[in-house]
């Protein structure tokens, strides 16, 4: 069983930073990717980052590139997002995600709402 919670999300003007944090518990996620989605109201969940369990890779979708960055750090069991020059449609709830022995795990979501 693992456990994943996100924390770090708020209300934030266009242009500022957050970083959002998703912390693992339970049988260790930290032989595996891990992955940020969010969704939008009325939208579907989209991927929006992924890193793998060595951080040797990471991809962030092109409508958060050069402004999103992903980290983790596995003795802390812990991913990050980093998030700078927020925009107003980068305005949704935040998930993470992961897999153990072929079961997925998602967090309960961190809400990001950003206003022009």
């Known amino acids: 069983e693992v456990r994943l919670v996100e924390s770090g999300g708020g209300s934030v003007q266009a242009g500022d930073s957050l970083t959002l944090s998703c912390a693992s518990s339970?049988?260790?996620?930290?032989?595996?990717?891990m992955h940020w989605f969010r969704q939008a109201p009325g939208r579907d969940r989209d991927l929006v980052a992924t890193i793998t369990s060595g951080s040797d890779w990471a991809w962030v979708a092109d409508s958060v590139k050069d402004r999103f960055t992903v980290s983790r750090d596995n003795a802390a069991n812990t991913m990050y997002l980093q998030m700078n020059n927020l925009k107003p449609e980068d305005t949704a709830v935040y998930y993470c995600?992961?897999?153990?022995?072929?079961?997925?795990?998602w967090g309960q979501g961190t809400q990001v709402t950003v206003s022009s």
């Open positions: 995600k992961t897999y153990v022995d072929t079961v997925v795990y």
């Open positions: 339970g049988s260790t996620s930290a032989s595996n990717p």
